[in-house]
């Protein structure tokens, strides 16, 4: 079993639309999760960090439970720049961070 | 001011061949990180080293030697290149790699090797 699953879509969403990425891990003791965000031809960059109570960034929504090992993204009217590839990744403290397969989104017009 | 920078962006070069690539962060952190992303687009940790000790060797053949000559700069060199080595190499940077504290890690633009 991969230690961070995501489904890899593609999801294609008209702008505006609400789009939602799940990802499940299989380390316990992960202590810290990220959703990162990669265009095509460049390099990972974070969207945002997810903390146990959930937090929220604009647009953006991403929640933690732990009982299930389970992290989602909602993204709210979505933009035609949002079209990248969402990455789930955790750090279970051991001077490494773990990348799901990404998770492609096309927010058409 | 680029934080994490890798250099050469591209290489094409031809089996056999030795290479090597440099990267350099200037954000103080003493953690740094090589991935690969293969052609499906899967990151995969090579290496990681913490204040220039090599921490993590994620089974990755020895023809991949890094080296940190400070905790500013990780290069790798490659040896006898393969066309199986053709892939996106990134290099990246964490002020720790502990994870309790919910620190990012942070990307270089990433080498494209191709190998011939």
């Known amino acids: 079993r991969k230690e961070v699953e995501q489904d890899p879509g593609p999801f294609n969403v008209p702008e505006g639309a609400t789009v939602a990425f799940n990802c499940t891990y299989s380390?316990?003791?992960?202590?810290?999760f990220f959703w990162y965000r990669q265009d095509c031809r460049k390099e990972p960059k974070l969207l945002m960090s997810?903390?146990?109570s959930g937090n929220e960034d604009g647009r953006f929504t991403a929640q933690l439970n732990r009982a299930s090992q389970y992290i989602s993204l909602l993204i709210r009217d979505s933009k035609l720049s949002d079209s990248a590839t969402y990455l789930c990744?955790?750090?279970?403290?051991?001077?490494?961070?773990?990348f799901g397969t990404g998770t492609r989104l096309k927010v058409l017009a | 001011d680029t934080a994490v920078s890798q250099t050469p962006k591209y290489l094409v070069t031809q089996m056999g061949n030795d290479k090597s690539i440099k990267c350099e962060q200037n954000?103080?952190?003493?953690?740094m990180y090589w991935y690969k992303q293969d052609s499906k687009k899967f990151l995969k940790i090579m290496f990681s080293?913490?204040?220039?000790?090599?921490?993590i060797n994620e089974t990755v053949p020895n023809r991949f030697s890094p080296k940190s000559p400070d905790k500013a700069h990780l290069n790798l060199h490659i040896n006898s290149l393969e066309l199986g080595d053709s892939a996106v190499y990134f290099c990246a940077s964490s002020p720790t790699g502990q994870g309790w504290r919910n620190t990012e890690a942070f990307f270089g633009q990433g080498t494209r090797l191709t190998v011939v």
């Open positions: 380390n316990s003791a992960s202590q810290s």
């Open positions: 954000l103080g952190h003493d953690t």
């Open positions: 990744v955790l750090d279970p403290g051991t001077y490494k961070y773990i």
């Open positions: 997810v903390y146990s």
């Open positions: 080293y913490n204040n220039k000790e090599l921490i």
